[in-house]
């Protein structure tokens, strides 16, 4: 089972950037995806969340609006396109799986995501 998130990098404030997470070793159509950032000296957050068929999808507070997270099934692929960013979003930007249907009560909790990405570097300069 393999996690592969990729497409970070070096931009300026206002500017977008698209991750992907490409997943293999595993259906991902039973699974639910999510993508997680952790930014130096603080916790790991939930960003967002969609669940198996991406019908119901959560953001934290901080990005409604700005990011939009989606997911390519027969690609065994999903994607964070993030607009609009500002220098806070600047983080480790991890992707996780679990075959729990998320609620908005508990999609944020890292314990019930079973298979995690290796994480890509989004840096956003002011």
């Known amino acids: 089972v393999q996690l592969q998130a990729s497409g970070g990098g070096l931009v300026q404030a206002g500017e977008s950037l698209r991750l992907s997470c490409a997943t293999s070793?595993?259906?991902?159509?039973?699974?639910?995806i999510a993508w997680f950032r952790q930014a130096p000296g603080k916790e790991r957050e939930g960003v967002s969340c969609?669940?198996?068929?991406?019908?119901?999808?959560f953001y934290v507070d901080s990005v409604k609006g700005r990011f939009t997270i989606s997911r390519d099934n027969n690609k065994n692929t999903a994607y964070l396109l993030m607009n609009s960013l500002k220098p806070e979003d600047t983080a480790v930007y991890y992707c996780?799986?679990?075959?729990?249907?998320?609620?908005?009560?508990?999609?944020?909790?890292?314990?019930?995501?079973?298979?995690w990405g290796q994480g890509t570097q989004v840096t956003v300069s002011s």
């Open positions: 996780a799986a679990t075959t729990v249907s998320p609620l908005s009560s508990t999609w944020r909790r890292e314990e019930i995501y079973n298979f």
């Open positions: 070793g595993f259906t991902l159509d039973y699974y639910t």
């Open positions: 969609a669940s198996y068929s991406g019908n119901r999808k």
